[in-house]
């Protein structure tokens, strides 16, 4: 069973950084690219950011580019979102999700990121 | 960027009926499309890939159609458990972008 758990939300101000987790197993890690996805309070997805398997591949939304960094450990099976520079409008629960190849066919619960001084 | 928009933002059913939400993207996504279903709390899940081959697990009341621009999600006869938000989104083109959802409630 393919299980995503992601840690490493919480309250941040503004202007600081924060280094998401997300844990997979049930899946050969190293083959599968991996995307991260937020939702905002009370709003729609969005879609953040993705990784290819090997990791030599990354694609940012323009809301997060030169801020966001993804990045994995396929050692680890643990994949990984540096945010630097946050700002209010980056709080939102994130997802890491699995793509099947190219959509996200397993999501996991999400960990919420609070921008606020 | 690729936007897709869905309609309507709301749309009310009583159980037994069927629903249609529509998505529409601002140029060709081809067959590119996936629905996913979110319930109040729960991280979403996939329903439909490729406009219109059902995941594993979801019911076969579930429908997906269309390609190009204009897809449709049909779900035949509403149960109780199916009153959600749903989301397309289009993985033609980076960035994938998601539409901004349809939420089905009951009439």
């Known amino acids: 069973e393919v299980q995503l758990l992601e840690s490493g939300g919480g309250l941040v101000q503004p202007g600081g950084s924060l280094r998401l987790s997300c844990a997979a197993s049930?899946?050969?890690?190293?083959?599968?690219?991996m995307f991260w996805v937020r939702q905002a309070p009370g709003k729609g997805l969005e879609w953040v950011s993705a990784?290819?398997?090997?990791?030599?591949?990354?694609f940012y939304a323009d809301s997060v580019k030169d801020r966001f960094s993804i990045s994995r450990d396929n050692s680890k099976n643990t994949l990984y979102l540096q945010m630097n520079n946050l700002r209010a409008e980056d709080t939102a629960v994130y997802y890491c999700?699995?793509?099947?190849?190219?959509?996200?066919?397993?999501w996991g619960q999400g960990t919420l990121v609070t921008v606020s001084s | 960027e690729i936007v897709m928009t869905q309609s309507p933002a709301t749309l009310s059913v009583s159980p037994g009926e069927r629903a249609t939400l529509s998505c529409r993207a601002s140029q060709s996504v081809s067959s590119n499309l996936a629905w996913y279903q979110q319930k109040p709390g729960q991280a979403p899940r996939l329903l439909i890939y490729?406009?219109?081959t059902r995941a594993t697990a979801t019911p076969a009341r579930f429908s997906g159609s269309g390609s190009g621009t204009e897809f449709t999600l049909t779900i035949s006869s509403l149960q109780s458990e199916d009153f959600a938000v749903y989301y397309c989104q289009q993985y033609s083109n980076w960035p994938r972008t998601f539409g901004q959802g349809t939420k089905v409630d009951i009439k």
């Open positions: 999700t699995k793509a099947g190849p190219y959509y996200s066919d397993h």
């Open positions: 490729g406009a219109s």
């Open positions: 049930g899946f050969t890690f190293s083959s599968y690219g």
């Open positions: 990784l290819s398997g090997s990791g030599g591949s990354t």
